[in-house]
């Protein structure tokens, strides 16, 4: 069984046929995934999709590249967003993480764009303590700053570190917080020299899988739509890599991302 521990299948381009790609996707073993929010609207879209399949669950959030949607609460005349977020994670628990929540330089790297970011990873760290909830980590370009928000504030049920994209050793400095490392299509690519060699460090009971579908679709499908069913591809490459049998790797995995997001296994 696999657990894809994030996904946006809140995207239009999965919506008009979402039955279709969730069967593709359970008949390569997927059973559960995490529906991930990236602003206001897809995060109530998220808690759509997990209110009605069993099978998705949702997380709640606003990225940082949506700064500008983004009305903190220390500075703002309208409704703070985090007072938004807290709405929607009301007596729902299908909500099960904060995210995708973190820092990202890639776009913009104004000093005023970044102070904010910060405040906003800072105001929904806070929330998901309030929730007693995992976050999940979005990081870009701001791996040290990152870090070192969460260091300063740290989360009391931890999460994931999404797509996770810095070197093996700040993926160790990460593991000592008590992150789990999340590995998507990027591990297939033949120029991810860095996300294999972070693969080789982290151990085993702290590796998770996603798609972050529809972006990052893995070998051979690379620049293409990244379908739910892919994630058995970068399954599949990760056990060769480390030379451990499919269904081992798919056993602890999916055992990691339940414990993780505190999820119950019903199936």
């Known amino acids: 069984m696999i657990f894809d521990t994030h996904i946006h299948l809140n995207d239009e381009r999965f919506l008009s046929d979402l039955p279709h790609y969730l069967n593709e ?10 529906c991930v929010g990236y602003d206001i609207e897809s995060s109530k879209l998220a808690i759509e999709l997990a209110n009605k399949y069993k099978e ?20 703002s005349q309208n409704k703070p967003t985090i007072e938004e977020i807290r709405d929607l994670a009301k007596n729902n628990e299908k909500i099960i993480a904060i995210g995708e929540i973190g820092l990202d330089y890639y776009w913009e790297n104004d000093p005023e764009i970044k102070a904010k970011q910060k405040q906003m990873f800072i105001e929904q760290i806070n929330l998901a303590n309030e929730l007693n909830l995992p976050v999940s980590i979005h990081s870009r370009d701001s791996i040290q700053d990152t870090f070192d928000i969460l260091k ?17 050793e700040m993926a160790k400095e990460f593991l000592k917080l008590g992150y789990y490392i999340a590995f998507g299509g990027v591990l297939t690519f033949k120029n991810s020299k860095e996300t294999k060699e972070v693969l080789k460090v982290v151990p085993l009971d702290r590796i998770v899988f996603e798609t ?17 069913k892919y994630i058995l591809n970068t399954v599949k490459f990760a056990g060769e890599f480390l030379g451990i049998e499919l269904d081992k790797l798919e056993e602890i995995t999916f055992s990691n991302s339940l414990k993780i997001l505190h999820v119950k296994n019903e199936n």
């Open 25 to 34: 996707a359970k008949e390569c073993g997927v059973t559960k995934f995490l």
């Open 152 to 168: 300063n504030y740290p989360v009391k049920r931890a999460g994931i570190m999404h797509c996770y994209s810095g070197s093996k």
């Open 56 to 75: 998705i669950y949702a997380a709640i959030g606003v990225i940082p590249t949506e700064h500008k949607q983004y009305n903190l609460k220390c500075c």
């Open 212 to 228: 972050d579908a529809p972006y990052l679709a893995p070998h051979p499908f690379r620049g293409k739509l990244n379908e739910p």
